[in-house]
């Protein structure tokens, strides 16, 4: 079974950096793009940017350009996003996800002083 | 970059059948493939069609994708609508950069 673990709940201040983990098992990790999805509290879904995992090459949406890091560790089967400068805003679940899977079950971030 | 826009909800009746439009905004919508993704209320999305009109294993075939290069559009279709159909659904697609886009999702009442 193809399933996509994502790590726990978090709570940061504004200004401080998040990095959330989404360990993948079921099916060769670098055989798919991982995505990574911004889901703000009654909003629809924004994509953040992908990695492959194969080469390591990332691709970002604008809107987090110059914040988001994201990347893949093969030896574990993980994928991370790490996000900077956290702002009120950037309140919101986060998924990882590949286009023609499942999905990860979410991370909520909460950014709040 | 283009917009993916559809309608923002739509109702049926069990058992009927409905069509959810996705329409690309610019950039022809043959030119890279369309996903759809299910939301239920309270948790994550789940992939019910991936490459046009491709089903996951497990989804069943009363969910069904299509494209039309005439009105430039993507469409989703659900027939023998259950209460289960109940959520929100979300078309995705991407540009020659691979830069991925979504729509702004519709709300789908089973009523």
Redesign the interface.
């Known amino acids: 079974e193809v399933q996509l673990v994502q790590s726990g709940a978090e709570v940061k201040k504004p200004g401080a950096t998040v990095k959330i983990s989404c360990k993948v098992s079921g099916y060769t990790f670098t055989d798919y793009y991982m995505?990574w999805?911004q889901q703000a509290p009654g909003k629809?879904?924004?994509?953040m940017g992908?990695v492959d995992p194969e080469d390591g090459e990332t691709?970002y949406?604008?809107k987090f350009q110059g914040r988001v890091t994201i990347t893949a560790d093969t030896s574990t089967d993980t994928a991370y996003m790490e996000l900077s400068s956290l702002r009120s805003e950037d309140t919101a679940v986060y998924?990882c996800?590949t286009?023609?899977?499942?999905?990860?079950?979410?991370t909520l971030v909460t950014v709040s002083s | 970059n283009f917009m993916l826009t559809q309608p923002h909800s739509v109702s049926e009746s069990p058992g009927k059948t409905v069509t959810i439009s996705c329409t690309r905004s610019s950039g022809s919508i043959a030119s890279n493939y369309v996903q759809w993704y299910q939301q239920r209320p309270g948790s994550s999305p789940t992939t019910v069609i991936y490459e046009d009109n491709q089903r996951p294993s497990g989804v069943p075939d009363r969910f069904s994708g299509s494209i039309d290069s005439s009105s430039n559009s993507a469409s989703l279709t659900i027939s023998g609508l259950k209460t289960e159909d109940e959520a929100d659904y979300y078309c995705q697609s991407y540009d020659s950069s691979n830069h991925r886009v979504f729509g702004g999702g519709t709300k789908l009442t089973v009523l």
Do not use: K, R
């Not at chain 1, 629809?44 to 994509?47: D, S």
């Not at chain 1, 286009?99 to 979410?106: E, I, R, V, Y």
């Open positions: 995505h999805v629809g879904l924004e994509w992908l691709i949406a604008e998924y996800a286009d023609s899977g499942p999905w990860g079950q979410g």
